[in-house]
T-cell receptor, first 113, second 114 residues
Framework: GENVEQHPSTLSVQEGDSAVIKCTYS??????FPWYKQELGKRPQLIID?????GEKKDQRIAVTLNKTAKHFSLHITETQPEDSAVYFC????????????FGKGTKLSVKP | EPEVTQTPSHQVTQMGQEVILRCVPI?????FYWYRQILGQKVEFLVS????????KSEIFDDQFSVERPDGSNFTLKIRSTKLEDSAMYFC????????????FGPGTRLTVL
């Protein structure tokens, strides 16, 4: 089955700096890659997703890149703010199945003012 | 904006007892999921459900677990005989379509097995 590895497990940056979180996946059939942000004690919320027919997607300060050949994808947050502090999870989904997502272990991002 | 809701927010039970966790997916969604998250760990897929039957389940979803959509709105997860290791946050999620579409998560039910 699918396996998703995520690095780093913790990331500390200064406000205004960029943050990059990387994930790799094992199943070449996976074709949907969402990123979820989870604040302490709250539900995971989708912040951006990418499908395998594109290599990059951007939404304001957040961007995701996908390299299907290498089976890895990355989240980039620019101009980080203290409210970006949270745990970020990458996930991979196989569109051919019922869409269950396999999550990475999460990255705890701390943005210091 | 419509949201997935879950009840209760926190459930405490004794080992060996049965628990039922309830979810109300977003009304026009057709695909439903249960995930769990042990404290400090990643979110793990349990089961997906479509058209009143299980579509897929993980190794975690053994005979102690069952799901049901008893009416047009609720989606439940039952654990027949809880174990200590079932203690976790259980998230329900729903999506309009399968596959390449956003799954909306509920706020979760924290299950504590004593």
């Amino acid at each position: 089955g699918e396996n998703v590895e995520q690095h780093p497990s913790t990331l500390s940056v200064q406000e205004g700096d960029s943050a990059v979180i990387k994930c790799t996946y094992s199943d070449s059939a996976s074709n949907y890659f969402p990123w979820y942000k989870q604040e302490l004690g709250k539900r995971p919320q989708l912040i951006i997703d990418i499908r395998s027919n594109v290599g990059e997607k951007k939404d304001q300060r957040i961007a995701v890149t996908l390299n299907k050949t290498a089976k890895h994808f990355s989240l980039h947050i620019t101009e980080t703010q203290p409210e970006d502090s949270a745990v970020y999870f990458c996930a991979a989904g196989d569109g051919g199945s019922q869409g269950n997502l396999i999550f990475g272990k999460g990255t705890k991002l701390s943005v210091k003012p | 904006e419509p949201e997935v809701t879950q009840t209760p927010s926190h459930q405490v039970t004794q080992m060996g007892q049965e628990v039922i966790l309830r979810c109300v997916p977003i009304s026009n969604h057709l695909y439903f999921y249960w995930y769990r998250q042990i404290l400090g760990q990643k979110v793990e897929f349990l089961v997906s459900f479509y058209n009143n039957e299980i579509s897929e389940k993980s190794e975690i979803f053994d005979d102690q677990f069952s799901v049901e959509r008893p009416d047009g709105s609720n989606f439940t997860l039952k654990i027949r005989s809880t174990k200590l290791e079932d203690s976790a946050m259980y998230f329900c999620a729903s999506s309009v379509y399968r596959g390449l579409n956003e799954q909306f998560f509920g706020p979760g039910t924290r299950l504590t097995v004593l």
